[in-house]
């Protein structure tokens, strides 16, 4: 009996894993990787010849807008390859968490393959522009990356043998407050230092005038909040392991 359960849940893994979508999301967003690491790369050619590192080089307003209308467009694709995916907004859900996973991944083993760098999985990077700046260890959006995989695999393999098989209330509960107090971590350093000079409300809405973006350039990260981001990952961690509980005994059934 269980090793027919196993046989089971082996051919559940390898259906999902060997499905053409799912192996075609998958090149497309390694693709898309190294588009990201090709526009990083000149760009730190261009302003920071001797190699990225904080404090910030001055950079024009107009790079800047380009930059976030860039980052913005990067989650339309994401988005539009998993609509276009799946017709269940729970698959659709998994595929986007899966591209933007292995875009991510693939993002940094670009980045080491062609410069060599980051140093380490501890190296500082700036990870996001909207609202306002993410900063934090490389290492960091890696683990989130490792989550979102988990999570889209599950919910994809649970597709597969359960005709509801749905985030529930409870999940989306842990998983959206956790995923904001992750954000709270990669944000909480950078708006404190920036909380020296300018309101709140003039960080999140005046962040491309040049007065704000030449003091941000001064920024230097001081500390992660490591508490702050664990706390984040063990809230999502619950939120993973509350949606398995629901569907792990009657998928192999």
């Not at 704000?212 to 909040?225: C, E, L, R």
Request: with cysteine; hydrophobic share 55%; net charge neutral.
């Amino acid at each position: 009996m269980l090793m027919n359960t196993n046989q089971k849940s082996t051919h559940m893994i390898k259906t999902t894993i060997l499905n053409y979508r799912f192996i075609w999301i998958s090149i497309f967003s390694i693709a898309m990787a190294m588009l990201e690491t090709a526009v990083v790369i000149y760009l730190r050619k261009i302003y920071y010849p001797e190699g990225f590192s904080f404090p910030l080089n001055p950079i024009d307003a107009s790079i800047v807008l380009t930059e976030i209308a860039r980052e913005a467009a990067t989650m339309i694709m994401l988005l539009g390859i998993a609509i276009l995916a799946a017709e269940k907004k729970n698959q659709r859900f998994a595929y986007f968490l899966y591209s933007f996973a292995i875009w991510d991944i693939f993002y940094y083993v670009f980045l080491k393959i062609f410069i060599n760098w980051p140093e380490s999985l501890l190296t500082w990077d700036i990870l996001f522009l909207i609202p306002v700046t993410w900063v934090g260890p490389v290492i960091a959006p890696i683990i989130c990356s490792i989550m979102m995989i988990l999570l889209a695999i599950l919910i994809l393999l649970f597709s597969n043998s359960q005709k509801q098989a749905g985030l529930n209330s409870i999940n989306w509960l842990f998983l959206v407050l956790g995923s904001l107090v992750v954000v709270i971590s990669f944000v909480e350093d950078y708006v404190s230092y920036m909380s020296g000079s300018f309101s709140y409300l003039e960080i999140f809405t005046m962040q491309n005038s040049q007065e704000v973006m030449d003091y941000a350039a001064q920024y230097i990260p001081n500390s992660f909040a490591w508490y702050t981001f664990s706390a984040g990952i063990i809230i999502i961690g619950i939120g993973i392991f509350t949606y398995t509980r629901r569907f792990s005994k009657t998928s192999v059934k």
